[in-house]
């Protein structure tokens, strides 16, 4: 079995059946397969192999899925990047990854082919546009001229099928290896949970990005492979979203905490009817519980919040997987997967001391893409150490509570300071920065950045916003700027960020 296969067995199984919703308009499950198999054949006629890497940068529309399913069907493997980076962000995962081809739409193009200019190994940028652009491969032409037939490539589970590029506390983001197993083994793990399991009659909203594993294999993949339809949204608005769920009347809901958040404040949302919702799973961040209870009573489905990590396909606990739910708590893990707490000797810890989270299971990651450092860092006798701090009560249910990492979570997408501090440090007023995570009540996490200007130098905050945002992806850049004569350093020169997060949460506070 492969993932290329649950698009190729759900067609023939469903072939008239609607797989997508999009814009009010629908592609059947057999229409969807052609143009996967045209997909995979361009791609063969334009020299791409089993095992080669195609980038994809494209949002949340139908080209994406086509796209996605017809790279697994040639045997390559998907390499998906979020729509929002820049030249320079994916020109270093097109490097990293050795991407022969890259598919987009034309809003990305320009980002795309130069991009390309910085990648020697990608051949060719193929776009989805209405007129044909300068310097890439027309999408019209090369795929859709291409045969309908299924492409005769052998694909096993142990295969790779999509490099995950997930930041580093380097500042660089890495390619988790995750295998056609390890995506089906995480779609089989949360089928044996009746209430998360998707069944062919479901109508499954989804506006979490594609590109996203959450998106990717716990919304798309899973639906795809029983036989469920999805209601693609493009751009989430909160008001147009509800009245897409009440028309369609959507069974199944994947989200994140700023999508519930910006519903809680629509002035109309008592009049919508969500009768037809029976399961909404939240992920990336926690959700307060004041909007899970209002969504309980509005649908009479609790929300059911969860844990993972692109390293684990990505699903490792859910609520849903318990007897009952317990607001705050990610869940207990789910079946087929192990979780410990363990102190920093790899010694499990009782119920109720805080460690780092690790987990073992067919949907763990084999690696990451050229980094073998990394990579034995992170996997150690069969388990997975998250860098997650997190605590297990008597019940088997999980709390995050902080994080060995850095890492700052801004609406579900994972930023690294060093990254963002590398971008300040280009900036010629800057001579010192440090970056920390600020609470935000909508994305749940911000980024705020202490910064120390060069003598002379009077840049403004808004300047060194606006200078990031020129640079690297918005959701990376910083909210807030606090300017300060130094930062607190240990002895060794290190900076001392929790120094930084506990001044950042004091800023934070109402006066």
Known sequence: ???????????????????????????????????????????????????????????????????????????????????????????????????????????????????????????????????EIPGAVSWAQAIGSAPETPPDVAVSETDLAVLSYTSGTTGRPKGAKLTHGNLLANIDENS??????VRSDDIVWLALPLFHIYGMNVGMNNTIRYGGTMLVV??????????????????????????????????????????SVRFIASGAAALPVAIINLFQELTGAPISEGYGLSESSPVLTANAAGEQIKPGTVGPAIPGVEIKIVDDAGNE????????????????????????????????????????????DDDGYFTIVDRKKDMIVVSGYNVYPREVEETLYSH?????????????????ESVMAFVVRKEGQDVSAQDLIDYCRSQIAVFKCPRRIEFVSELPKNNTGKVLRRELRDQAASLAQPA
């Open 349 to 392: 810890l009782p119920h109720g001391q805080m460690g780092e989270l690790i987990a073992r299971g067919p949907n763990i990651m084999v690696g990451y893409w050229n980094q073998p450092e990394a990579t034995a860092a992170a996997l150690r006798d069969g388990w997975l150490y998250t860098g997650d701090l997190a605590t297990e």
């Open 234 to 275: 493009e751009r989430f608005d909160p008001v147009s979203t509800l009245e897409g769920i009440q028309k369609h009347r959507v069974t199944v809901i994947y989200g994140a905490p700023p999508m519930f958040i910006a519903w809680s404040q629509v002035p109309t949302i008592r009049q919508i009817d969500m009768s």
């Open 192 to 197: 044996n949970i009746p209430a998360i399991s």
């Open 1 to 131: 079995m492969n993932v290329g296969e649950l698009l190729t067995n759900s067609a023939a199984q469903y072939p008239d059946k609607a797989a997508i919703i999009f814009r009010d308009q629908t592609t059947s499950y057999a229409e969807l397969d052609r143009r996967a198999n045209q997909v995979a054949n361009a791609l063969m006629g334009l020299g791409v192999q089993k095992g080669d890497r195609v980038g994809l940068l494209l949002h949340n529309i139908p080209l994406y899925l086509e796209a996605y399913y017809g790279i697994l069907k040639a045997g390559a493997v998907v390499v998906p990047m979020n729509v929002l980076y820049k030249q320079g962000e994916v020109a270093y995962i097109m490097q990293d990854s050795g991407a022969k081809v890259l598919l987009t739409f034309a809003p990305f193009a320009p980002v795309a082919l130069a991009a390309a200019s910085e990648a020697p190994d990608l051949k060719h940028v193929i776009v989805a546009a209405p007129v």
């Open 428 to 444: 010629p007023a800057v001579a010192d920065a440090a970056v920390v995570q600020y609470p935000d009540p909508y994305q749940g």
